[in-house]
């Protein structure tokens, strides 16, 4: 039975913290409503746009999540057109995608970004043949929902007991529970360890050097 580490993106593989809570603030301000805060907007990376937007601006309807998140969109595009959308890999990635890949392990990426922006980082890490199955937001419902991780388990011929996701959010591990997959938790992204064992981590990393450890010892 084929093994499959799926790996969420923001806040796990790269730090982009910075320049989504950036887009979210121009968005907001080309609409003339006033900005989340900075820990808000780290909060809900991991979500897809819309749902994410809807959580930012509860009292605004559909029309206007799907305005602002159109708007992030293009914020988000024209940051990274000059060149101020860093995003770094965090320490230790390369290596724990060496290691698992190194003991037989398929790896697949399911996250909240858009087919664009999750191949953009791809391939400025030169990431891109690492991976054998790719999920996006563009092709399915928003995190916790796991229609990503049944596609991505689907492509590569693996079954929930060899499976596990990798993510840095409380929606990576709900996600990874709802589709009954091992559930590892990383706490160098945007929740709190506390909060991604609350959501039901079988696990939770402190560095990338753990990985490899951590998904040998699943059952």
């Given at each position: ?54 959580v930012l ?22 940051l990274r ?139």
């Amino acid at each position: 039975m084929n093994r499959l580490a799926i790996f969420d993106c923001d806040g796990t593989l790269v730090d982009s913290q910075g320049v989504i809570c950036t887009a979210i603030e121009q968005s907001f301000a080309a609409h003339r409503i006033a900005p989340p805060t900075r820990a808000a907007s780290r909060g809900i990376i991991g979500l897809s746009v819309t749902q994410a937007m809807a959580v930012l601006h509860p009292a605004g309807s559909t029309d206007d999540h799907e305005a602002l998140g159109a708007t992030y969109k293009a914020s988000f595009a024209e940051l990274r057109t000059q060149g101020r959308a860093d995003e770094p890999l965090y320490d230790g990635i390369l290596a724990a995608i060496d290691g698992l890949e190194a003991r037989g392990w398929l790896l697949g990426v399911a996250t909240g970004k858009s087919d664009r922006g999750l191949g953009h980082v791809l391939e400025k890490h030169g990431l891109h043949p690492r991976f054998i199955t790719l999920q996006t937001a563009d092709r399915h419902p928003s995190k916790p929902h796991p229609s990503m991780i049944r596609q991505a388990m689907a492509d590569a011929g693996a079954e929930p007991a060899g499976t596990a996701m990798i993510g840095d959010t409380s929606y990576d591990m709900e996600m990874a529970k709802a589709a009954g997959v091992a559930a590892i938790g990383v706490a160098w992204g945007y929740h709190s360890a506390d909060m991604l064992r609350e959501a039901g981590a079988d696990a939770v990393a402190s560095h990338a050097s753990e990985l490899v450890d951590l998904l040998e010892a699943l059952p």
